[in-house]
């Protein structure tokens, strides 16, 4: 009787690798770090508070996120930058004015020169009645709520700029006019009335009076609002404002109509 053969091996059979294939987390690349572990607790001495231990990958910055401003805050300080720029406006026409006078008051008082030193003398009153106007339209916009109708783009921040432009163009003009009446002065014999013209005529173009009635519409707009209930019972005093800007109006006209005049 043969021996039994032994069984034939298997050829698909397990066979244990020596070096298995990294398996799980040790599959992530080294250049990313671990996950965080959790905080272990150790105990100290007694009475010693226990503290937490981080990893060296945890991030110790918060960030606190920043609220954008509101388009009203915005708008508010667009119009404190306006109206800060015509108070330097104001001071320097105050300064200009000072300086004409003085200049007009020391020009000699002769017949020949009688008739054209009272027509400087007028149109110096009538400068300062624009200056006193537009110090008047600063005072009633103080309170911030009025300040919305002096935005930069608004019609009556158009026009105050321009009433700026408009004066300072005009006291340079007279300025030059009085110092060829001094006795020093080089042009003393024949003041050049022909560029004093163009100068005058040149400077019109800064009053805006086409804005007369869109600042009007503005300020009814407002007026509405206010008397609707929407600002509160103390509501600004939008009254003042309005007083101010018609009598700015009414001394701008008017100082152009006797601009035209003829000196002397």
Not at 23 to 33: A, F, R
Not at 162 to 172: F, K, L
Not at 191 to 200: C, E, G, T
Request: charged share 25%.
């Amino acid at each position: 009787m043969n021996p039994a053969s032994p069984a034939p091996k298997k050829r698909d059979s397990f066979r244990p690798l020596l070096f298995a294939p990294p398996q799980g987390g040790e599959l992530l690349p080294p250049t990313i770090p671990p996950p965080p572990r959790a905080p272990s607790w150790t105990a100290e001495a007694p009475g010693a508070k226990a503290r937490s231990t981080r990893s060296a990958n945890d991030s110790h910055v918060r960030l606190r996120a920043q609220s954008l401003p509101r388009a009203a805050d915005i708008q508010h300080l667009d119009a404190q930058d306006l109206l800060d720029e015509l108070c330097e406006d104001q001071l320097t026409m105050s300064m200009n004015l000072a300086r004409l006078m003085e200049s007009v008051a020391s020009a000699p008082r002769d017949l020949s020169m009688a008739a054209t030193l009272r027509t400087l003398d007028a149109r110096l009153a009538d400068l300062g009645a624009l200056r006193d106007a537009l110090a008047r339209v600063h005072l009633a916009t103080v309170d911030t709520r009025l300040q919305r109708l002096v935005v930069p783009e608004s019609a009556l921040a158009d026009y105050l700029r321009g009433i700026y432009a408009w004066g300072h163009a005009v006291v340079r003009a007279l300025e030059h006019l009085a110092s060829s009446l001094q006795p020093e002065g080089p042009l003393r014999v024949h003041p050049d009335w022909a560029l004093l013209r163009w100068r005058i005529e040149e400077a019109k173009n800064f009053h805006f009076d086409e804005l007369h009635e869109p600042i009007r519409a503005d300020l009814l707009a407002f007026t509405i609002i206010v008397q609707g209930g929407s600002l509160g019972a103390d509501h600004p005093r939008i009254n003042e404002l309005e007083y101010a800007v018609e009598r700015l109006i009414s001394t701008a006209v008017a100082l152009e109509e006797h601009l035209d005049e003829r000196f002397g």
